[in-house]
C-alpha cells in the first residue's frame, strides 16, 4: 500500500491537495491531505466520493465514432489510430473548403490545472489558426468589475479571514460551494465575528447565517451604491486611507449622493432599515470582510455590479487589516505566464473570436462567415451548461457540423459528437495547480495508469499535432516542460520556491506573510497604483467611470411588458450535489438531489394554484422546463429557485434550466447572463 498525494481539478475556490491510498496499481481510499493548510484533512460532499467516478461502469474508457442520427448517443468502439486519423482528415477537409478559422475549440473549467485547461490545446488550435474562443461562461464580468477597481483578481488572504470582525458572503453559498473556508469563518465568529448573506434564496449557507438579507436577482449594485451613501452621509468613512490610497473619492461621494436607502429599497426588495444597519455595521466593525463570488456574476448589469462592490473597503479602511478587504478570486496573485504556456505567439493576425456564451448563436448564425463547421468540445458540456438551451441542440443537430468530444461520460454534448474521445482523471495525470480561494501552489502527479484507453488533454494535443504536420517544436513540450514554462519563477511571490521543490514537496503556499493584507498600505496593481473609484480605463472603453448601477435586463422596471407576462424571476444556482454539470450523473449524488426541484414561495404558490409536490413547467419565449415544486419561503416573493445543474436527458421532457435563460452578455466582461431571466410557472 501507497499513499500518494493529488490535487482536486474541479471549478472550486478550494483547489485541495487529496491522499489516494494505491495498492497493486489500484486506488482504494482517497481523502483530504491533513497536512495542508487549507484542504485541512476532508473533502466536500462530492469529491469525497470521488473513486466512484474513477472506477464507474459509465465510464468511456475507448474512442468511439457515431453510428446513429446526432443527439440520440449511439456508437462504436474504434482504435485511438482512427479517431486521430479521422479528426486530422475531417479537420484538413474543413480547412481546404471553409479555411481554419472554420474550425473552433470549446471549453471551461471542466479540469482546472493549468497543464489541463489552457497549454498544449491552445498551442495546437493556434498552430492550426482556428478560431478563438472567448471563455466567458463563468467569471469574465466580475473579472472585469474587480480588475476596473482592484486591478487583478487579488483579495483577503482567506486563512486569515479568522481575523475578520464582520464577514458578508454576497453572492456566494460558501457551505456548498468554498466549504473549506468556512472553517475558518466559524473561527472568527467563535472570535465574535458576525456573518451575514446577501443572496435572493435562502442557501444552506444563508441558513447559517446571523442575518440574510434577500435581495431581488440583479440589484446588488444598488444596495452597494445606498451602503456608500449611509457611510458618506454619517461620517463613517475612512478619509485617511481615500486620500492616501484611493483615486476618486469626491466622484463616488458624489455618485453616492443620489443613492439614499429609500431609493434602493425599492429596487432591491429590502426594507430602509436593513439597509442602514446593514451599512453602518459593516462601516463600524472592523476588520470587515467581503466574500463575494460568481452569484453577482450573472446578470446584465454584474461587471458594474462587482465593480460598485469592490470600493465598500476602500472606503472604511477594510484593506488595513489581515481578513479585512474583499475576495472575489485569489487567481491573480499566482505569477502564471499564460503568453507563454498558451503559446500567444501562435496566433495568426486577423484570427477572429468568438464568444462560447453565444455558441447557440454562433453555431446557428447563416451571415458568420466562414461558419463553424467543425467544433472540440473538452473540459465542457455545452448541451448541458450553455444558455438558451434550444438553440444549442440546434446547432449541435446540424449535419454538417463535425463534432468531437473529450470527455470521462457520455453527457448530453457527447451524445451529439461524431467521434468520442476518453479522458484522464487527476488521479491518471500530471499537473499544476493554482487556485482561486487561497494561496497554495500545488503540483499532481498521477497515482494510478490511465483507466482504459484514456489519455489526458496535453496528450491527445500533442498526437493531433502530429497527426496535422505541425511542426512548432513547442507542440512537443512534455508535460513536466509545458509546468516549467507556465511559471514566472523570478517573480518574488515564488522567491523560496523552485520547480524541483514543488516537485518534492508537492504544494506550497506563495512567498507572502502569514496573515497577508495585500493592499494595507496601497500598491494596488492599477494603471494609478491606488485603488481606482474613477477609473479611466472604463471611460475610454466606453462605460461610467464611477461606480453605477446597471439594473437587470429582464425584470419589472426595465422591462414592464416582458414582466407582465413573465413575473417571476428566475436563478439556477448550484445544487449541493453538483459542480455545473461534472457531478450531475454520478449514481450518490443523483439520489441525494433526487429530482430537478423548483422552489417556489408560497404566495406565488397559491396564486398559480401549485402544490408542493406537483410537476410544474417553467417557461418563457425562449423554451421552458419540467421540476418538482418545492414551497418553502427559501425562495422569497417573486423569484423561483431551480438548483442546477442536472443533465438534460436525466430531466423530465429533456429539458434543463438552461431552456429558459438567455445568450445576452453583460455589461463589462461579455459575460453569460444565467440570472437575469423573467419566466412563469404553471401546473404540468
Known amino acids: 500500500m501507497a499513499t500518494l498525494k493529488v490535487v482536486c481539478p474541479h471549478d472550486c475556490p478550494d483547489t485541495c491537495v487529496m491522499t489516494v491510498d494505491v495498492e497493486n496499481g489500484r486506488a482504494l481510499a482517497i481523502g483530504g491531505d491533513k497536512d495542508h493548510p487549507f484542504t485541512q484533512g476532508f473533502l466536500c460532499a462530492k469529491v469525497n466520493q470521488y473513486l466512484d467516478r474513477v472506477y464507474s461502469p459509465d465510464r468511456l474508457l475507448h474512442p468511439l465514432k457515431r453510428v446513429g442520427r446526432k443527439g440520440e448517443g449511439r456508437f462504436e468502439r474504434i482504435s485511438w489510430d482512427e479517431a486521430l486519423d479521422t479528426i486530422a482528415a475531417r479537420f484538413r477537409d474543413v480547412i481546404a473548403r471553409d479555411g481554419s478559422q472554420a474550425i473552433l475549440p470549446y471549453s471551461y473549467a471542466g479540469n482546472m490545472g493549468l497543464l489541463s485547461y489552457g497549454s498544449m490545446d491552445r498551442r495546437f488550435f493556434q498552430s492550426l489558426g482556428a478560431s478563438l474562443l472567448d471563455r466567458t461562461i463563468c467569471a469574465s464580468a466580475g473579472a472585469a468589475g474587480y480588475k476596473a477597481t482592484v486591478g487583478k483578481s487579488i483579495g483577503f488572504d482567506a486563512e486569515a479571514v479568522v481575523h475578520a470582525r464582520f464577514i458578508v458572503a454576497w453572492g456566494a453559498n460558501i457551505v456548498s460551494s468554498n466549504v473549506h473556508l468556512w472553517p475558518f ?3 472568527a465568529r467563535r472570535r465574535g465575528a458576525r456573518f451575514v448573506v446577501v443572496d435572493p434564496y435562502r442557501s444552506r449557507t444563508a441558513e447559517k447565517a446571523d442575518q ?33 490610497y484611493t483615486i476618486g473619492a469626491d466622484a463616488l461621494r458624489a455618485r453616492a449622493a443620489e443613492w439614499a436607502p429609500e431609493r434602493a429599497a425599492a429596487i432591491t426588495g429590502l426594507s430602509v432599515a436593513e439597509i442602514e444597519a446593514f451599512a453602518r455595521a459593516y462601516a ?41 478587504g474583499i475576495l472575489l478570486s485569489s487567481s491573480g496573485t499566482f505569477p502564471v505566464k499564460a503568453a507563454v504556456l498558451e503559446g500567444h505567439d501562435l496566433i495568426r493576425p486577423g484570427t477572429r473570436t468568438l464568444n462560447m456564451s453565444e455558441i447557440g448563436r454562433v453555431l446557428n448564425d447563416a451571415t458568420l462567415a466562414p461558419p463553424v463547421k467543425a467544433i472540440f468540445v473538452y473540459n465542457s458540456n455545452p448541451v448541458a451548461v450553455a444558455p438558451d438551451q434550444e438553440s444549442v441542440r440546434r446547432g449541435f443537430a446540424r449535419e454538417d457540423l463535425f463534432v468531437v468530444v473529450h470527455d470521462l ?22 499537473d499544476l495547480h493554482k487556485a482561486y480561494g487561497h494561496l497554495y501552489l500545488s503540483l499532481s502527479r498521477p497515482a494510478i495508469e490511465p483507466v482504459g484507453e484514456s489519455k489526458p488533454n496535453t496528450e491527445v494535443f500533442r498526437l493531433l499535432a502530429a497527426r496535422m504536420g505541425l511542426d512548432d517544436p513547442s507542440l512537443r513540450a512534455s508535460d513536466a516542460e509545458l509546468a516549467r514554462q507556465a511559471l514566472d519563477w523570478s517573480s518574488p511571490l ?33 494603471p494609478s497604483g491606488k485603488c481606482e473609484l474613477y477609473s479611466e480605463t472604463l471611460l475610454a472603453q466606453g462605460h461610467d467611470p464611477v461606480a453605477t448601477y446597471t439594473p437587470p435586463r429582464e425584470n419589472r422596471s426595465s422591462a414592464p411588458e416582458l414582466a407582465a407576462r413573465y413575473p417571476l424571476a428566475f436563478i439556477s444556482p448550484p445544487a449541493h450535489h453538483f459542480l455545473n454539470s461534472t ?8 439520489r441525494r438531489e433526487s429530482e430537478p426541484f423548483l422552489t417556489i414561495h408560497p404566495e406565488d404558490a397559491a396564486a398559480r394554484g401549485i402544490r408542493d409536490g406537483a410537476t410544474v413547467r417553467t417557461f418563457n419565449d425562449r423554451g421552458s422546463f419540467l421540476a418538482t415544486a418545492q414551497v418553502s419561503d427559501a425562495a422569497r416573493p417573486g423569484v423561483v429557485v431551480g438548483l442546477s445543474i442536472w443533465w438534460s436527458k436525466m430531466c423530465p421532457g429533456g429539458r434543463n434550466a438552461n431552456a429558459v435563460t438567455s445568450q445576452a452578455l453583460t455589461d463589462l466582461g461579455a459575460g453569460a447572463t444565467f440570472y437575469d431571466v423573467l419566466v412563469d410557472v404553471v401546473p404540468a
Open 212 to 244: 440574510h438579507l434577500a435581495i431581488l436577482p440583479g440589484t446588488d449594485g444598488a444596495l452597494a451604491l445606498a451602503m456608500m451613501h449611509v457611510i458618506f452621509r454619517d461620517g463613517l468613512e475612512d478619509r485617511d486611507y481615500l486620500e492616501r
Open 185 to 187: 469563518i466559524e473561527e
Open 284 to 324: 463600524t466593525t472592523q476588520p470587515s470582510a467581503l466574500r463575494i463570488n460568481y452569484g453577482l456574476n450573472r446578470h446584465s448589469g454584474a461587471g458594474m455590479a462587482v465593480r460598485t462592490i469592490a470600493c465598500l473597503p476602500a472606503l472604511t479602511g477594510a484593506w488595513r487589516h489581515p481578513g479585512g
Open 494 to 526: 515564488l522567491k523560496g520556491i523552485t520547480f524541483e521543490r514543488l516537485e518534492s514537496e508537492g504544494s506550497l503556499r506563495l512567498n507572502v506573510p502569514a496573515s497577508w493584507a495585500p493592499f494595507a498600505q496601497g500598491g494596488f496593481p492599477t
Open 583 to 590: 457531478f450531475s450523473a454520478q449514481p450518490a449524488f443523483v
Open 409 to 430: 461520460f457520455q453527457t448530453d454534448t457527447v451524445d451529439f459528437a461524431d467521434i468520442v474521445l476518453p479522458a484522464t482523471t487527476t488521479l491518471e495525470h500530471y
